[in-house]
């Protein structure tokens, strides 16, 4: 019965090194400036969401049409609704 114990502490023990070693990596990248994280999608999109908006096309269908979240192009457009209406 102690091998299970054992085994577990030795588990967590190599689980913190791993969660060390990925910190120190991203605090490394992040030193020579490269980015961490999920890359921005819709964010390069920003002017089309705009044009097709003024154009008169729906939020649903500039979403469907550039391929991204809805919520993506309301929040491109959130600070933009008033001056494009």
């Not at 890359?39 to 991204?68: D, H, M, N």
Request: glycine letters at 8%; hydrophobic letters at 40%; proline letters at 5%.
């Amino acid at each position: 019965m102690l091998g299970f114990p054992l085994l577990a502490v030795f588990a967590e023990f190599e689980r913190d090194i791993l969660r060390e070693r990925v910190k120190a990596g991203i605090a490394q990248a992040r030193q020579q400036g490269k980015p961490h994280g999920r890359p921005a999608t819709a964010l390069p999109k920003k002017e089309a969401v705009r044009e097709l908006y003024k154009q008169g096309t729906s939020k649903a269908q500039i979403a469907r049409q550039l391929g991204i979240g809805r919520a993506s192009v309301h929040r491109m457009l959130s600070d933009a609704d008033v001056a494009l209406k």
